[in-house]
């Protein structure tokens, strides 16, 4: 279900009108609907249930304060991949005990921090992370939680730049390699192995890789428990695809009750980021020149790719739309950013009616992997974010200015 649809003419986020934002706020500018963000993770959580369920945002998709607070207060965990995220995770308020530390590249510092902060788990993806886990934990004599990160091989149809499975892949280990590392943290004092967990891709649609990698956990976790090796939750991760197609849960959750149903009290972790908040969020820009006189007519915007990456980054497609309806004629456009980079496109071959300079359009589902991926390339201030929740919108997060942009030059 959209939460962004056409009131009359104008496109809205339920009875709020966009326009009326981008001529508040200005633009470039993120809005975010509070009841899509609800929604998307009430009807996820609803697909699992059966066994103990929790849910870690991955903060990477979208940091923001207040809309992460949205998934907190709905009883959310936190996914994390550096010290930053940590931070931000305890401060939005999540309970270190519900979050989980990713990320390939983990420093002793960051190690340290969360540890001291007693997280879940660290979901540890090489024997070198164990080992140095291992050390900090008993130089600190406080126990760490530890969560294998399995590289199952299972390819993951998806963006050759999201798939983070298969045996190229620089995130986990292999199967050989995490039984060792099981073994090895089972003899660690300060150490205590709390779950499994795997990651396949990003943008995955098929419920058929998921469906694998149960059963592959499942061989896995018996294989411990002949050592053993018993685990308090399993975290199948993320990766849930956003976009035309829609991916089927209950093909996903029926595998996961089948696969797990000889370890009932086994925790069910999943870590959604762009499920999450993909939908949820529109960026609006505002067109600042029509450049007809070529070969190709160009809606020139004032949002680029630094404010929104994906198309440029992945060629991803996001739908672009004009926040008024119109009627009459329609021309073709391609719509490009302002930065000087030839990549700097959102849409080829847009068919749009009679679009002027001053007008604003919308780029759809923009709510994941858009701000958190944003830079101040060209010199370019950061967007800002509005948050809206029934009539009421909110400023989240202001637009940078000049100043922000050399404050931290020496
Ligand atoms: C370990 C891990 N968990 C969760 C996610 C979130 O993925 P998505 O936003 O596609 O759900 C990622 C994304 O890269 C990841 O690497």
Same mark, same amino acid.
């Given at each position: 279900?959209?939460?962004?649809?056409?009131?009359?003419?104008?496109?809205?986020?339920?009875?709020?009108?966009?326009?009326?934002?981008?001529?508040?706020?200005?633009?470039?500018?993120?809005?975010?609907?509070?009841?899509?963000?609800?929604?998307?993770?009430?009807?996820?959580?609803?697909?699992?249930?059966?066994?103990? @369920?929790?849910? &870690?945002?991955?903060?990477?998709?979208?940091?923001?304060?207040?809309? &992460?607070?949205?998934?907190?207060? @709905?009883?959310?965990?936190?996914?994390?991949?550096? =010290?930053?995220?940590?931070?931000?995770?305890?401060?939005?308020?999540?309970?270190?005990?519900?979050?989980?530390?990713?990320?390939?590249?983990?420093?002793?510092?960051?190690?340290?921090?969360?540890?001291?902060? *007693?997280?879940?788990?660290?979901?540890?993806?090489?024997?070198?992370? @164990?080992?140095?886990?291992?050390?900090?934990?008993?130089?600190?004599?406080?126990?760490?939680?530890?969560?294998?990160?399995?590289?199952?091989?299972?390819?993951?149809?998806?963006?050759?730049?999201?798939?983070?499975?298969?045996?190229?892949?620089?995130?986990?280990?292999?199967?050989?390699?995490?039984?060792?590392?099981?073994?090895?943290?089972? *003899?660690?004092?300060?150490?205590?192995?709390?779950?499994?967990?795997?990651? @396949?891709?990003?943008?995955?649609?098929?419920?058929?890789?998921?469906?694998?990698?149960?059963?592959?956990? *499942?061989?896995?976790?018996?294989?411990?428990?002949?050592?053993?090796?018993?685990?308090?939750?399993?975290?199948?991760? =993320?990766?849930?695809?956003?976009?035309?197609?829609?991916?089927?849960?209950?093909?996903?959750?029926?595998?996961?009750?089948?696969?797990?149903?000889?370890?009932?009290?086994?925790?069910?972790?999943?870590?959604?980021?762009? +499920?999450?908040?993909?939908?949820? =969020?529109?960026?609006?820009?505002?067109?600042?020149?029509?450049?007809?006189?070529?070969?190709?007519?160009?809606?020139?915007?004032?949002?680029?790719?630094?404010? +929104?990456?994906?198309?440029?980054?992945?060629?991803?497609?996001?739908?672009?739309?004009?926040?008024?309806? *119109?009627?009459?004629?329609?021309?073709?456009?391609?719509?490009?950013?302002?930065? &000087?980079?030839?990549?700097?496109?959102?849409?080829?071959?847009?068919?749009? &009616?009679?679009?002027?300079?001053?007008?604003?359009?919308?780029?759809?589902?923009? =709510?994941?992997?858009?701000?958190?991926?944003?830079?101040?390339?060209?010199?370019?201030?950061?967007?800002?974010?509005?948050?809206?929740?029934?009539?009421?919108?909110?400023?989240?997060?202001?637009?940078?200015? +000049?100043?922000?942009?050399?404050?931290?030059?020496?």
């Amino acid at each position: 279900m959209s939460f962004f649809s056409y009131r009359g003419k104008s496109l809205s986020v339920g009875r709020v009108p966009l326009a009326s934002l981008a001529q508040k706020f200005k633009t470039p500018l993120y809005v975010y609907s509070q009841a899509s963000l609800m929604d998307q993770y009430l009807s996820l959580k609803n697909s699992f249930s059966g066994r103990p @369920l929790l849910i &870690c945002y991955a903060l990477k998709a979208n940091s923001n304060f207040s809309l &992460c607070r949205v998934f907190k207060e @709905l009883g959310a965990g936190a996914e994390v991949v550096s =010290g930053g995220e940590l931070r931000q995770a305890l401060r939005i308020g999540f309970s270190p005990s519900k979050i989980l530390f990713s990320g390939v590249g983990k420093t002793r510092d960051e190690i340290r921090f969360g540890i001291k902060q *007693k997280i879940l788990a660290f979901n540890v993806e090489s024997f070198e992370e @164990l080992k140095a886990l291992g050390e900090v934990s008993a130089q600190m004599r406080l126990k760490a939680s530890v969560s294998v990160r399995i590289n199952f091989p299972i390819k993951a149809k998806t963006h050759p730049h999201t798939v983070t499975s298969g045996n190229l892949s620089k995130f986990g280990v292999n199967q050989k390699e995490a039984f060792l590392m099981y073994e090895w943290a089972r *003899k660690a004092k300060w150490l205590k192995i709390a779950g499994l967990h795997c990651h @396949l891709g990003s943008q995955v649609f098929s419920s058929k890789p998921y469906v694998q990698a149960a059963s592959l956990a *499942k061989n896995f976790i018996r294989q411990l428990a002949m050592r053993k090796i018993s685990l308090s939750f399993v975290d199948m991760g =993320g990766g849930f695809g956003v976009g035309d197609e829609t991916i089927d849960f209950s093909g996903i959750a029926g595998a996961y009750s089948q696969e797990f149903k000889e370890w009932p009290a086994l925790g069910l972790v999943l870590e959604p980021g762009r +499920f999450l908040v993909a939908e949820s =969020g529109i960026l609006l820009t505002r067109i600042v020149h029509v450049k007809a006189g070529g070969k190709r007519k160009f809606l020139i915007v004032d949002a680029g790719m630094n404010d +929104f990456l994906r198309p440029a980054l992945y060629g991803a497609r996001h739908p672009v739309v004009s926040l008024e309806k *119109k009627t009459g004629k329609a021309e073709i456009f391609d719509v490009a950013g302002p930065v &000087c980079e030839s990549a700097d496109f959102f849409a080829r071959d847009l068919s749009l &009616c009679a679009p002027k300079s001053g007008e604003f359009l919308g780029i759809l589902n923009a =709510g994941a992997y858009g701000f958190s991926m944003s830079s101040q390339y060209n010199f370019r201030p950061r967007a800002s974010e509005v948050l809206v929740d029934g009539k009421t919108a909110r400023l989240i997060r202001r637009r940078e200015t +000049f100043a922000d942009l050399i404050r931290s030059e020496a």
